[in-house]
């Protein structure tokens, strides 16, 4: 079983950076693949960022954030990180932090394991 907390959302203006931290509690972290959505008011939630497992340093991301987004990982901090640059109005979103064995299930927003989500909201 995998715990899932994030943590560093808030309100930010338009242009700003932010970063997001999943702290994962649970065995063998550094075996999962990790990753982030988003879900707008109204909307689906939207696959945004993905990390493959370990230290591969494979990534993938959401076109309408690439460039923008990077994902990382401390497998030493059970951690994953979403930083966050020149945010736009229509970043604004509950963000959820995903785990899961299967990189593509992180990638199509299905994984085994969400948290609680992270509220980002970015001001015109």
């Known amino acids: 079983q995998v715990q899932l907390v994030e943590s560093g959302g808030g309100l930010i203006q338009a242009g700003a950076s932010l970063r997001l931290s999943c702290a994962a509690s649970?065995?063998?972290?550094?075996?999962?693949?990790m990753g982030w959505s988003r879900q707008a008011p109204g909307k689906e939630r939207e696959f945004v960022a993905a990390i493959s497992r370990r230290n591969t340093g494979s990534t993938y991301y959401a076109e309408n954030v690439k460039g923008r987004f990077t994902i990382s990982r401390d497998n030493t901090k059970n951690t994953v990180y979403l930083q966050m640059n020149n945010l736009k109005p229509e970043d604004t979103a509950v963000y959820y932090c995903a785990a899961d064995q299967v990189f593509h299930k992180i990638v199509v927003a299905t994984p085994d394991y969400w948290g609680q989500g992270t509220q980002v909201t970015v001001s015109s």
């Open positions: 649970g065995p063998d972290f550094s075996n999962y693949a």
